[in-house]
Nanobody, 120 residues
């Protein structure tokens, strides 16, 4: 089995910064695309950012210029640096990875989520 675990969520004031981390473990052969998603109360889960193994990055328009996604291929980990946080960034943040297990089966594990609250 493959698992991913998020960490780094917290309560932060508007304008503040946070760094979220995601670590994958288990029978992993390769994770090709790593991503961050979020779900605010009463809303659907939405894409925040993705990064491919080759470094191609995609951001939601709402976070461009404020959030930065990065990855560590060696350690199957990825990160989300969030700056200039706004109250509307409040949500549960989830990480997700697409790739292949050691048996070459497709894997797409989701973490349990980490709460980010932006409030004064």
């Amino acid at each position: 089995q493959v698992h991913v675990v998020e960490s780094g969520g917290a309560l932060v004031q508007p304008g503040g910064s946070l760094r979220l981390s995601c670590a994958a473990s288990g029978s992993i052969f390769k994770i090709n695309v790593m991503g961050w998603y979020r779900q605010a109360p009463g809303k659907q889960r939405e894409l925040v950012a993705t990064i491919s193994r080759g470094g191609v990055i995609n951001y939601a328009d709402s976070v461009k210029g404020r959030f930065t996604i990065s990855r560590d291929n060696t350690n199957s980990a990825w990160y989300l640096q969030m700056t200039s946080l706004k109250p509307e960034d409040t949500a549960v943040y989830y990480c997700n990875g697409h790739g292949y297990g050691e048996d070459y089966s497709f894997i797409s594990p989701w973490g349990q989520g980490t709460q980010v609250t932006v409030s004064s």
